[in-house]
């Protein structure tokens, strides 16, 4: 996996509450059978008109936020189906973190695994960021997982709250396989342990 | 020894490797794949020259791209063509399971593994799919994942996790006739909202829980991921023993597995960390009137008015679904016409879900502005309806009577809403465009689709006495 470590980006809004999965990439994109290339259907039903037209009304579409690496939004976000589609086409599409006041399970799972920093700040927090980004084209985010924080040139010194483990996964890159397989011996020695245990028995 | 909860029994029986700061390994017995979420984990294994550790222990069905007509032609999508062969090539390829398009034991992932007995007490059950939540009804611990954890399971049979919080949800009174387990859980997502369960695994208990068939215990079970969480679990007893036994993959010696499976329930005065009581006796039959399956009101209500509502984020989110779902604040929710019905989806497909409705639809006509549809979950399901009749019941009614898969449930294949189209439909999410980009899906119970099937629009299935529709 692709490490995150620091990561200087453009802002995106998307304000709405209780984005789900279905609405980040539609289900009629999910039979491919590759990991890449879904990040042209991301938010597909809002952001084109009859699948050809850049709907202008959705606000992400506005030329500013074009090179956007960082999207804010509300709580509850990547609720529903637990397709890791959802995070492959927000990271193919170029965004590298989450900002929402609180995440779907699943998705926020799937996210470490796809070099994604999904991040919680306060309802208050979140507004004010709304409003900077509106107010000024090109509004970037410092992201630095290292020491925790968020900066901005406008002042803006807020700390993250990240669990050690997955802070440590993201920074090097680490994949959970791997990690798992280091401690092989000890899947073997449960495996010995249960093995003919009558409800388990197939 | 101090009282546990069930969730941290099954935990604790299933804990390979625990240190601190990291999430705890935890085996899982029972692994479900379908074409959808697999592909890319499969070839994951094959760029890392990984192979699958048990592959006895993993069965696969394809189910969300499907056709639900004549199964004997070929499949005109090329895209989803491709993506279920993928699956048989990856499961011949790694040595899994698989029940195909062509199999007496195809159907829904969700319903065929209880059928099939793979779906037991006291084992953990994954599935790239968030209804697997479903799969707790038997007292499983059961929950969907993402496809780098499908990887992670194939290669290693564990998979790192945080251990869930635990939310009791007790269930008390007597069900009113009419009200059913897909009102009581769409009634409680109300309650507690689309992310009131978040971090939690629910347990539900209660005597309207005890009094639940297997099948209804499911459909509560499925819905939790509505809630916000990741599964939902019911302690096993004498109906999920009988239900168990004699299925082909149940254990060979299943008493000594009773034994065992008995010992699963919460012991008295556990202590769990957020506990809800409801009562079912006063509860109506729901409809949900929103785009996510919190905006939910009883038959005999009216639609919401956004300005009614406490906090800016719901008004926003009512209003925004007003807006898409075409409604009218404060207008009734049985004066909602619609044109589609949809009885099928992991929800509501089952053998009992197809009795309720076909008894409903007896001797009635689908309203001729209705185009209605019944999916069974399973191959197996379609078969019994078939042998006991419900078929003719439904195609006699106006019905269109399919083979097994998701269907409009999701709209994967080519069963979907056109735009603006209105649909009652039996499955578990009716978000923006799920069943169909521009479609209006409302959830409600097989009993409530029938009836709206029949009249055209939502109607209150109370005022049909049970007398009237023997
Ligand atoms: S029936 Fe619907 S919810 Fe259930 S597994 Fe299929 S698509 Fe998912």
Redesign the interface.
Known sequence: MEPFTRLQGIVAPLDLPDVDTDQIIPKQFLKRIERTGFGQFLFYDWRFIDGKKQDPAFEMNAERYQDAAILIARANFGCGSSREHAPWALRDYGFRCIIAPSFADIFYNNCFKNGILPVCLSEDQIEALFQKVRQTSGYSLDIDLEKEHITSNDGINLKIEIDPFRKNTLLRGLDDIDLTLKNEEKVSAYEARLAGTPSLSL | MPAKTMLEKIWGDHL??EEP???S?L?I?RHLVHE??S??AF?GLRL?G?RV?RP??TFATPD??VPTTDRSLPIE?L??A??IE?LSENCREFGVTLFDLKSPDHGIVHVIGPDLGLT????TLVC???HTSTHGAFGALAF??????V??VL????L?Q?KPKTFLIEIKGQRPYGVEAKDMVLSIIGRIG??GG??YVIEYGGEAIRELSMEERMTICNMSIEG?A?AGMIAPDEKTFHYLRGRR?A???FD??VA??KKLPSDPGASFDRTLTLDVASLAPQVTWGT?PGQVASIDARVPNPDNLPDA?QR??AE?ALEYMGLKADMPIEEIGITRVFIGSCTNSRIEDLRRAANFVKGRQVSSKVDAMVVPGSQKIKQKAEREGLDRIFREAGFEWRESGCSMC???NPDTLEPGERCASTSN?N????QG?GGRTHLVSPLMAAAAAVEGHFVDIRQYTPQEES
Request: aromatic residues 6%; contains cysteine; proline residues 5%.
């Open positions: 390979v490797h700061g990291r999430p390994l085996y017995d959808v979420t592909p890319q070839e890392s990984r550790r006895e222990l969300h791209n999508d895209t989803s491709k993506q993928t037991l007490p006291g084992v790239g799919d968030s969907g994942i993402g496809t780098s954890e990887e992670h290669a290693t049979q564990c790192l945080e689309t992310a978040a971090g916000g990741r993959y254990p060979a010696d000594a597995a065992q499976w996510n984020n926003k989110s925004r999701l709209g994967m999410r978000f923006e465009g799920r980009k």
